[in-house]
């Protein structure tokens, strides 16, 4: 029987991308103070010095920049991180945006950039981190997805369509990974307490705080579990709504969503109203 790797603080280090904010910041200072060596990579310099400063405990925060949507830069760091300070044992590739999508006011730019960082930069990353993951002969790598790519929710066209990919992609690729001792797991939270997700206005039900989902993440990577996803009450819940027909589906959401109806049902009117003739007064 294939024994499962659990990357531990003497196999090598954790490298987290976008740790400059929300989760990967609360999961990089939770392993530091588990005994970890963190290599934190954002393109914000200043929030990554100063979350090194303000990271206390046995381990340590190193600090290389780095934007995961240029190919080249993410293979240069990976050879830097090896040959400057060691083996990385661990890979929580973290980064990404969030973009709402409206279909009544549809454009390129938030479609381009979900995909750019959220899925052409999660391969930018997986590509060289297996390369020197199968050099040094196992591995750990986890996958920052989300509940949204469990299925279609409202102004989730962009942010979603990427999320459901990184759960395919993880899926497929575990069965060679397996076999080359390179484990992988796939995260997928619930919605999150962070600066960015409070400006969204969809509803957030079954809040996390980020630093309830940072100790969840590193429970579940010890643990023999492919998908690392909480609040499960309200994940779980989100999975089964897959089953429903789409019409009840549809209906659902709709009524789930505060104003949705609302606003539906006013365009509606609003536009029914054109085609009306006025009444004389």
């Not at 659990?6 to 929300?22: D, F, M, N, Q």
């Not at 103070?33 to 310099?45: K, P, Q």
């Not at 990974?177 to 484990?183: A, P, Q, V």
Request: glycine content about 10%; some cysteine; aromatic content about 8%.
């Amino acid at each position: 029987m294939t024994t499962v790797f659990t990357a531990r603080p003497e196999h090598g280090l954790v490298w987290i991308t976008g740790a400059s904010s929300g989760i990967g910041r609360a999961v990089a200072l939770r392993l530091v103070e588990e005994g970890y060596s963190v290599v934190v990579t954002a393109r914000s310099h200043e929030k990554l010095v100063a979350l090194q400063h303000e990271a206390s405990g046995p381990g340590r925060i190193v600090v290389l920049d780095g934007d995961v949507t240029d190919q080249r830069d993410m293979e240069r760091l990976l050879a830097a991180i090896e040959y400057e300070h060691g083996r990385v044992s661990l890979a929580i590739l973290n980064a990404g945006v969030a973009i709402p999508v409206r279909g009544d006011d549809l454009s390129r730019e938030a479609f381009d950039k979900s995909f750019a960082v959220n899925l052409h930069g999660m391969v930018n990353c997986l590509v060289p981190v297996i390369e020197h993951m199968k050099a040094n002969g196992h591995g750990q790598i986890a996958i920052m997805s989300s509940v949204a790519g469990y299925g279609g929710l409202p102004m989730s066209a962009a942010y979603g369509a990427t999320k459901a990919a990184l759960i395919n992609m993880a899926e497929s690729l575990k069965f060679d990974l397996d076999r080359i001792g390179i484990r992988l797991q796939l995260i997928c939270p619930g919605f999150i307490d962070t600066a960015s997700s409070a400006r969204s206005k969809f509803p957030r039900p079954a809040l996390v705080s980020v630093d309830e989902a940072a100790e969840r993440i590193c429970l579940g990577l010890k643990s023999g579990r492919f998908e690392i996803t909480f609040p499960r009450r309200f994940t779980y819940a989100v999975k089964l709504l897959r089953f429903l027909p789409y019409g009840a589906y549809f209906a659902l959401l709709d009524w789930l969503v505060p104003g949705r109806a609302a606003a539906t049902a006013a365009k509606k009117d609003q536009a029914g109203s054109k085609g009306r003739p006025r009444q004389a007064v």
